[in-house]
């Protein structure tokens, strides 16, 4: 996979450090389940931060912390907008934010998923639970630039109906030349959509393996099924790209927390193909 291009130069006023922080004011709060919000982000100097798909800022609040989150909001408009799962103290944090509050950025940081690279492909994204919102910004890219690829599925999966991330909108992606396919773990009484695992529609998905671009992002042993049926049906593996998620403090590569192996998934990643990732993967955590 090439390295993200270069970002604009207005991704960083003069004096860039990626140390450096800056501040954005709070300007809409959605909430969109039960503990995951939507913060959209001015910045208090005026400059808008330029990122590409697939990338990630430190987020903070004074006081609390910081925490890597994947940008979840459109790359070509001005606002930066981060989807926040309240898991913890900094999270909390960030999650109970409201309108006006500032909050501390550092970034954007790692490699995008690089959609450029399905120009005339089908391009399938695999989403599983929070894991649609590193993929917004792909999926809002390929809208934007429907006529450029071939066949463009979304496939998403969430444990109930109720954790579902920004319904209204993945609805509409369908009227957008787009296949859209929505499952969950469980069922309600008002759900009348498909019940099961969102690893059941790689293979009822109707795309050329041989011509496809495959973006996926959830919980790893989601994602390791996920890739197996891609396989299975032929996609190439330097094809399939995974976001991966660890613990990242730095941003830049130095301080080792994220370390896979020989990787350093703040740098490298968090976008990796699976050829690279595979002999990493062989091996469980534990």
């Known amino acids: 996979m090439p390295p993200a291009p270069e970002a604009p130069s207005a991704e960083w006023p003069r004096g860039h450090s990626a140390f450096r922080v800056r501040e954005f004011r709070v300007v809409d709060r959605q909430q969109d389940t039960a503990d995951t919000v939507t913060l959209a982000l001015a910045p208090l100097d005026g400059q808008p931060l330029a990122f590409a798909p697939g990338q990630f800022t430190m987020l903070g609040r004074v006081g609390v912390?910081?925490?890597?989150?994947?940008?979840?909001?459109?790359?070509?408009?001005?606002l930066l907008v981060h989807t926040i799962r309240d898991v913890g103290g900094v999270t909390h944090a960030l999650a109970t934010s409201d309108v006006a509050d500032v909050l501390d950025v550092r970034g954007p940081f790692g490699q995008g998923w690089c959609v450029e690279d399905g120009y005339g492909s089908?391009?399938?994204?695999v989403a599983g639970g929070i894991g649609l919102a590193p993929l917004r910004?792909?999926?809002?890219?390929?809208?934007?630039?429907?006529?450029?690829?071939?066949?463009?599925s979304v496939l998403y999966g969430a444990r109930t109906p109720s954790?579902?991330?920004y319904?209204?909108?993945?609805?509409?992606?369908?009227?957008?030349?787009?296949?859209v396919v929505e499952v969950v773990d469980q069922g309600s009484p008002e759900w009348l959509g498909r019940v099961g695992l969102v690893t059941t529609l790689v293979p009822r998905a109707h795309f050329e393996p041989g011509r496809t671009l495959a973006l996926v992002c959830g919980p790893e042993?989601?994602?390791?099924?996920?890739?197996l049926a891609l396989l299975d049906l032929g996609v190439p593996p330097d094809r399939i790209r995974l976001s991966m998620e660890r613990s990242m403090k730095c941003g830049v590569g130095l301080c080792g927390h994220c370390q896979l192996r020989e990787l350093f998934v703040c740098v490298d990643g968090p976008v990796l193909d699976?050829?690279?990732?595979?002999?990493?993967l062989a091996i469980r955590e534990l």
């Open 221 to 227: 042993v989601m994602m390791r099924f996920v890739t």
């Open 163 to 165: 954790d579902r991330l």
């Open 137 to 152: 910004p792909a999926v809002l890219r390929l809208l934007a630039e429907r006529d450029r690829y071939r066949k463009v």
């Open 122 to 125: 089908d391009v399938v994204v």
């Open 274 to 280: 699976y050829a690279t990732l595979a002999p990493l």
């Open 65 to 78: 912390g910081e925490v890597p989150i994947s940008i979840s909001g459109n790359p070509d408009r001005g």
């Open 167 to 179: 319904p209204s909108e993945v609805a509409r992606w369908r009227d957008r030349d787009v296949d």
